[in-house]
Nanobody
């Protein structure tokens, strides 16, 4: 069982930055495949970025060059650094572990 708690969301103007954090507990974090998803109103949840236990990353085309996913295994924490934010990045952002466990989500709102 894995428990996930996201933090770091908020309201920011277009062009601004935010860093999301996901604190994991309950399992061997360093071996977990982790990912960030987001869901905008009226849309399906979509993959934003993922990171393997070995640190290999991949990104949705819409965020490449603007978002960076990382992990600190010593702190059982995953991060999503977001820069050059756009209004279309507005969504609830969710942390996911092992393609199975979900956090409660954190709201990111980007004003134009």
């Amino acid at each position: 069982q894995v428990q996930l708690v996201e933090s770091g969301g908020g309201l920011v103007q277009a062009g601004g930055s935010l860093r999301l954090s996901c604190l994991a507990s309950g399992s061997a974090f360093s071996r977990n495949f982790m990912a960030w998803y987001r869901q905008a109103p009226g849309k399906q949840r979509e993959l934003v970025a993922a990171i393997t236990s070995g640190g290999t990353t991949n990104y949705a085309d819409s965020v490449k060059g603007r978002f960076t996913i990382s992990r600190d295994n010593a702190k059982n924490t995953m991060y999503l650094q977001m820069v050059s934010l756009k209004p279309e990045d507005t969504a609830v952002y969710y942390c996911n572990a092992l393609n199975r466990f979900w956090g409660q989500g954190t709201q990111v709102t980007v004003s134009s």
